[in-house]
């Protein structure tokens, strides 16, 4: 395929569809990030493949860091100030709200706003990679709260 950009903002659009539909639900707050690990692993599989055809000079991997640590900032704030926990039958529960999803929405744009001052493409071929690495920093913060304030389960030790 010549051009997979086409492929990587329709798979953008079902993950992120997928998230919000999972960030704005009432789910258990559990320990292993397993979906962050499998958006990385698929995401720097489809990175690498974009940077063995196309080379990045040392301010687009600045550019593209920095992105990175802003939306790891942003996750932050969703996991501290958007998204409720408590605890149900024993177990903690978590469910985010409008403004956790404007946040997730922020967050995907200043990341593709990235292919506006880096090489053409890369902002939508690390975009699986960029979801991963979000969603395990948002559960890290949100396991630090629930254990802050008591939250206990076999999911979530200390």
């Not at 395929?1 to 329709?10: D, E, F, G, K, Q």
């Not at 501290?80 to 149900?88: A, G, P, Y």
Request: proline content about 4%.
């Amino acid at each position: 395929m010549n051009n997979p950009a086409p492929l990587n903002i329709a798979i953008t659009v079902v993950v992120l569809a997928l998230l919000l539909a999972r960030q704005l639900t009432a789910r258990p707050l559990r320990d292993k990030p397993t979906i962050g690990v499998i958006l990385v692993v698929f995401g720097l599989v489809e990175s690498a493949r974009f940077f063995t055809d196309h080379h990045p000079n040392v301010g687009d991997v600045a550019l593209m860091v920095l992105s990175l640590a802003i939306g790891s900032a942003l996750a932050a704030v969703r996991a501290l100030f958007t998204i409720r926990i408590w605890s149900q039958n024993g177990r903690p529960m978590r469910q985010g709200n409008a403004l956790t999803a404007v946040l997730w929405l922020v967050s995907l744009g200043q990341h593709l706003l990235t292919d506006q001052f880096v090489m053409a493409g890369a902002g939508t071929a690390t975009i699986l990679c960029y979801f991963g690495v979000v969603l395990i920093v948002q559960r890290a913060v949100l396991l630090t709260r629930a254990r802050r304030t008591g939250l206990r389960h076999a999911d979530v030790t200390t």
